[in-house]
């Protein structure tokens, strides 16, 4: 009987260090995977910004297109064909 009794009292403090062991490892993996979701979100921000980059030069080509079409003149033109401007 006090083999038992020696047994038990050996192996107290061990669930304590087993659960502090397994607690910090899952500390681990959640920082590791706030890490990985503030890396994503960042990617998601960057490729938000170059497709707003690219709409805006698209939007402002089209307008150039559009001021120069409504300058153009074809009436200045010779009806000779010869696509020389004339004044």
């Known amino acids: 009987m006090k083999a038992r009794i020696s047994d038990k ?3 107290q403090g061990w669930v304590l260090v087993i659960g502090l ?3 910090v490892m899952l ?4 920082m590791a995977l706030m890490r990985t979701t503030l890396l994503e979100e960042k990617m998601a ?3 938000r910004d ?3 980059s690219f709409e805006a030069a698209e ?3 089209r307008g ?4 120069i079409e ?3 003149d074809d009436s200045a033109f010779t009806a000779t064909g010869s696509g020389l401007y004339a004044q």
């Open 70 to 72: 409504s300058q153009a």
């Open 9 to 11: 009292n050996s192996q």
């Open 59 to 61: 939007a402002g080509l």
């Open 45 to 47: 921000g960057a490729s």
């Open 50 to 52: 170059i497709n707003l």
């Open 21 to 23: 062991v397994v607690l």
């Open 27 to 30: 500390t681990l993996i959640a």
């Open 64 to 67: 150039a297109e559009a001021f």
